[in-house]
């Protein structure tokens, strides 16, 4: 079956704009939880969606939103691009939300968003 | 709230010899403990977790997790290393339990194996 996919891969954008990426988790997943992972700082949560609903934010300001659809992909948006939000952006699949699920995460490649 | 501590940034060995990535944990509650791999320009992949039962848990590519409950650690092994195993890999840890059913990692080893 068809995995997490996550678009674009790469991106390159200029401080003061917008992006938004996105995430389709593997069919029949209905959470979808973002990460930022930066060479100094890991892997940072950001949020998760579960049934279109956010269950849960990070430590990240509110130019950092999202949103999940009916059919469970999920968007995340940054908005004010900053040089310091250049990170690889994953997004990682379940069945159930964070707090009810025990088991592993399927995970996409990522996107590499390049800020200048 | 939960933590969790790779303590050494890099690990290197021989191609052959055993290595072992460390991990130790923060968290109230019973702790489910994972292990993920990231290769180059990819995400993380599963290899193995342990939720209860048997301490020493056995994963996928041959690597294997002994958890220590006094210790609070849970080390990642494997008897003998290929150059292929050279990644990144993470610990996570989730409790059982109110706020703490959230998945935390830690920040990463990279594991180089010298051929």
């Known amino acids: 079956k068809a995995g997490v996919t996550q678009t674009p891969r790469y991106l390159i954008k200029t401080r003061g704009q917008q992006v938004t990426l996105s995430c389709s988790p593997i069919?029949?997943?209905?959470?979808v939880s973002w990460y930022q992972q930066t060479p100094g700082q890991g892997l940072q949560f950001l949020f998760e969606?579960?049934?279109?609903?956010?269950?849960n934010k990070g430590n990240f300001p509110g130019r950092f939103s999202g949103r999940q659809f009916s059919n469970s992909r999920s968007e995340m948006n940054v908005s004010t691009l900053e040089l310091g939000d250049s990170a690889l952006y994953l997004c990682?699949?379940?069945?159930?939300?964070?707090?009810?699920?025990?088991?592993?995460?399927?995970f996409g490649s990522g996107t590499r968003l390049t800020v200048v | 709230a939960q933590s969790v501590a790779q303590p050494e940034d890099q690990v290197n060995v021989a191609e052959g010899n055993p290595l072992t990535v460390k991990c130790t944990y923060s968290?109230?509650?019973?702790?489910?403990l994972f292990w993920y791999v990231q290769y180059p320009n990819r995400g993380l992949q599963f290899l193995l977790k342990?939720?209860?039962?048997?301490?020493l848990v056995k994963g996928s590519y041959g690597f294997e997790a002994e958890f220590n409950k006094s210790q609070t650690s849970f080390h990642l092994k494997k008897p003998s290393a290929l150059v292929s195993d050279s990644a990144l890999y993470f610990c996570?840890?989730?409790?059982?339990?109110?706020?703490?059913?959230?998945?935390?990692f830690g920040s990463g080893t990279q594991l180089t194996v010298l051929p």
């Open positions: 069919s029949g997943h209905r959470s």
């Open positions: 990682a699949s379940s069945l159930r939300e964070q707090s009810e699920w025990g088991g592993s995460y399927t």
């Open positions: 342990y939720i209860t039962g048997d301490n």
């Open positions: 968290v109230s509650g019973n702790p489910y």
């Open positions: 996570a840890v989730r409790g059982d339990s109110g706020s703490a059913r959230q998945l935390t």
């Open positions: 969606y579960f049934s279109e609903t956010q269950r």
